[in-house]
């Protein structure tokens, strides 16, 4: 079974996007052979920042190795590694009507928050949806947020197979992370980098304990009980510490008698503790030089590799060859 997913590299990773995504794509590696690769023709569609692509994929990419994905095991590359994706992004592209990619939403949004309405952001889903049929993928998991976009995907290899003849296109299955807890920010909103209320997965100890002190709390004095319901400590603190750690924590709201800045602190040390084996991977991955571009160059010719023969069979199909 082929698994394929992309991530954008769009800056620093937080604890969101670790629970929300890399966690999940971890753990899928033991369920098929996974192809997971780096969107940075997606990234360009909402900034044009040359320095920061290049750092932002490099980022990326050591964090999502320091995270658990195995490139013995996975199939890890950037997008643009296999320009073949164009090619198929073309061709559907000229089965797509024009209405489809206008009732897309996320492009909606995206003009709504201040991005310039190019033409690649309008043709983005044309594109993701070539990122994902060019490698005959089966199961593409993805956050809520991707649901339209996979299911103009399903569209245009309908639209493919009907044209040019079945199994020109392979239909792939969404796998829709309905479960995963929605990770809570800061300041109580979803945990988002566009709210910049982010608690990042890596970075200085010191940065991070601090943001976790700030966080805004009720003026409920020491020794009174203390409000459970939507509680951004207790919330985030459930994330990291073991079932006993937060139940005690639960019950030394409801009793009182203990201040706000003793559970901070308690939770920046389980948050600190949670990410240890993440650190220690990631300076390994970062003392090893030439390690990353290996694995990225491993993967591109191993992708390259699947992308020619689907595409190679597309060609035909479509009178191309
Ligand atoms: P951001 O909201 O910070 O811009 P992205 O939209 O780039 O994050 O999200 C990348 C991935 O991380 C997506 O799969 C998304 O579902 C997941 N994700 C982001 N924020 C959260 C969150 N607060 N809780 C759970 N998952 C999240
Ligand atoms: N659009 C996805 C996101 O923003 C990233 C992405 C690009 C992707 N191509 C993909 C995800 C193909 C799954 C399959 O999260």
């Known amino acids: 079974m082929r698994i394929l997913t992309g991530l954008q590299p769009s800056g620093k990773l937080h604890v969101g996007n670790y629970f929300g995504a890399m966690e999940p794509a971890v753990r899928l590696q033991d369920e098929g052979e996974a192809f997971y690769f780096i969107a940075d023709y997606h990234a360009m569609t909402s900034a044009q920042n040359p320095t920061a692509l290049r750092e932002n994929v490099r980022e990326l990419a050591i964090d999502f190795l320091a995270c658990g994905l195995d490139p013995s095991r996975a199939v890890f590359f950037r997008q643009s590694a296999v320009p073949e994706v164009n090619e198929l992004a073309w061709i559907l592209s000229t089965v797509c009507p024009m209405g489809l990619l206008a009732k897309c939403t996320s492009y909606k949004d995206k003009v709504a928050q201040g991005i ?54 392979i239909l792939p299955e969404p796998i829709i992370r309905e479960d995963t807890a929605l990770v809570i920010g ?38 009174a009980p203390k409000p459970t319901a939507g509680s ?80 190679d069979r597309v060609r035909k199909a479509v009178g191309l060859r």
């Open 232 to 311: 951004t400590l207790l919330a985030l603190y459930q994330l990291f510490a073991s079932s006993t750690d937060y139940a005690t924590m639960v019950a030394e709201h409801e009793q009182g008698g203990v201040g706000y800045g003793d559970f901070k602190k308690r939770l920046a040390e389980a948050y600190w503790d949670y990410f240890a084996p993440m650190r220690v991977r990631r300076a390994e991955i970062l003392a090893t030089p030439g390690y990353v571009d290996e694995v990225l160059a491993a993967g591109a010719l191993r992708a390259r590799e699947e992308a020619a023969n689907v595409l």
């Open 116 to 169: 310039s309405p190019n033409h690649g952001l309008f043709a983005y889903p044309v594109l993701m949806a070539a990122d994902i049929l060019l490698y005959d993928s089966q199961k593409v998991p993805v956050g809520k947020d991707q649901k339209q976009h996979l299911e103009v995907t399903r569209s245009l290899a309908v639209k493919l197979n009907e044209a040019y003849g079945p199994g020109t296109a």
């Open 186 to 223: 800061l300041d109580g909103r979803k945990m988002s980098k566009s709210y910049n209320n982010t608690l990042p997965l890596f970075g200085e100890e010191k940065v991070l304990k601090k943001l976790i002190m700030k966080i805004p709390t009720d003026s409920t004095p020491v020794e």
